[in-house]
């Protein structure tokens, strides 16, 4: 569009938007830099001014495994199927807190920057991607420590395998950062109108994470109650990581595309209200 007095083209034209969807994937795609950006503050913010640094990202998820060995390995003697404990709690430890960590940390995207959003415009959507994009890369360096400890009982002969299911690996992690940003921008557009909606969401998260095999196999629930758990969409994604890479576990098509409708329903769910909501959250935060 030109400007008809100097012949100058506009670079931006703002106009209101109107409607339940109004998603703009190229826009976002445009702010990638910004997107960078904000991945390099969450970073540094996340090691500066601590001793170990870095290091963190590897020292949280190796205590967890430690604690659930001990409470639910040694103390409730919880079985494995077999697994060596610390690779079964382990690979369900890492999925979880990246998972949990990205709708955590996305929940809020409306509240803690609500002094930003005042200020300038730039895609809102931007805040909830940088933000499980750098949790993904977190998963990245557990992953690794994660195969030094799978290296490790593999030549102590452990009965683990890597199955052909391996290749499945990149559309899990895609499908649990889908699950996570659609639930995480649910949860921060609902919180916009109802604050008190952001101090259940680690109860929340706790109880969902016992609502999911991460400290026991699936084959310790009975039949009858299996059902419930394969609505919960993270239940294949564990399930099917620990068989592509433990041989523990199983795979089942018609399971997993159950996993893969409610993850789409819960994305799409948090778009809409996303895009409903960031026309007007400045008036109610």
Known sequence: MKNINNNTEWTQIIKPVSGWFNFNLR?????????????????????????????????????????????????????????????????????????????TNSSNTFIQNANIFGKVYFPRLVMPVSNVIFNLFTLFIQLFMFMGFWLFYYFKGANINISYYIFLLPALFIQLAMLALGMGIVISSLTTKYRDLALTVGFGMQLWMYATPIVYPLSLIPAKYQWFYFLNPVTMIIENFRHAVLGEGFFSLEKYLISLAVTFVIFMLGIILFSRVEKTFIDKV
Request: no cysteine; aromatic share 20%; proline share 4%.
């Open 27 to 103: 826009e976002v795609w445009q702010y990638r830099d910004l997107v960078r950006l904000f991945f390099k503050r969450d970073f540094v913010t996340f090691y500066k001014q601590t001793i170990l640094g870095p290091l963190w990202f590897l020292i949280q998820p190796l205590l967890t495994t430690v604690v659930f060995v001990i409470v639910f390995g040694q103390i409730a003697k919880l079985s494995t199927n077999g697994t060596p404990q610390i690779l079964f709690y382990m690979s369900g430890t890492i999925l979880w807190s990246f998972f949990a960590q990205s709708v």
